[in-house]
């Protein structure tokens, strides 16, 4: 069965320091790949996205992500921590082509200290 | 302003007693979703509708109901709640599979 995994539940780091969520999935083929964040209270807002092309992919509030095919992964990546990074990330796998199905992973909590 | 809208956003209901959470979008989109949110679970999604009067069953269906009469609605149903789905419930909406998954503010649900 399809599933997506973030091992890490809590990650605390240093104002200004780098990050790095991790997120791997298991999937038969490449599916589409999401990154979500969810600020204390609010809903999901989407930082970024792979379908195909670049596995580089640049999102807003200074995110980036990699997709590795060959380990199955697409880790979130910040270079310089900001106290408003604080919230939880989930990943997510959209099933193509167009089976509408999504599997969220069960989230990282970042703890941004000053 | 484009946005997904849930109603209510907190609820208090005993069990057995038939409730709606509503869900609207204003962007015109075709695809509708429902989740729950559970600590230490992640979203977990319930329905989804890929249009008008289309639906189908996500990975969590027991014990809820959708109907997509419009576009623009999506309505979650549970005709018999239970303590065991007290929950924070998003509605979502997308133009196509492929792009980003719009959310709402969330309904914070609890049966007693």
């Known amino acids: 069965a399809q599933s997506v995994t973030q091992p890490d539940i809590h990650i605390t780091v240093s104002e200004g320091a780098s990050l790095e969520l991790r997120c791997n999935y298991s999937?038969?083929?490449?599916?589409?790949l999401f990154w979500y964040v969810q600020s204390p209270g609010q809903g999901l807002q989407l930082l970024l996205k792979?379908?195909?092309?670049?596995?580089l992919v640049q999102g807003i509030k200074g995110f980036e992500a990699e997709f590795k095919r060959s380990q199955s992964s697409f880790n979130l990546r910040k270079p310089s921590v900001h106290w408003s990074d604080a919230a939880e990330y989930f990943c997510?796998?959209?099933?193509?082509?167009?089976?509408?199905?999504?599997?969220f992973g069960t989230g990282t909590r970042l703890k941004v200290l000053a | 302003e484009a946005q997904v809208t849930q109603n209510p956003r907190y609820l208090i209901t005993v069990t057995g007693k038939k409730l709606t959470v509503t869900c609207s979008q204003n962007m015109n989109h075709e695809y509708m979703s429902w989740y729950r949110q559970d600590p230490g679970l992640g979203l977990r999604q319930i329905y989804y509708s890929m249009n008008v009067e289309v639906t189908d069953k996500g990975d969590v269906p027991e014990g809820y109901k959708v109907s997509r009469k419009e576009k623009r609605n999506f309505p979650l149903i549970l005709e018999s709640p239970s303590p065991n789905q007290t929950s924070l419930y998003f509605c979502a909406s997308s133009p196509r599979t492929e792009l980003e998954q719009y959310f709402g503010p969330g309904t914070r649900l609890t049966v007693t």
């Open positions: 792979y379908f195909s092309g670049d596995t």
């Open positions: 997510a796998v959209g099933e193509p082509p167009g089976t509408y199905k999504y599997i």
């Open positions: 999937y038969g083929a490449t599916p589409y």
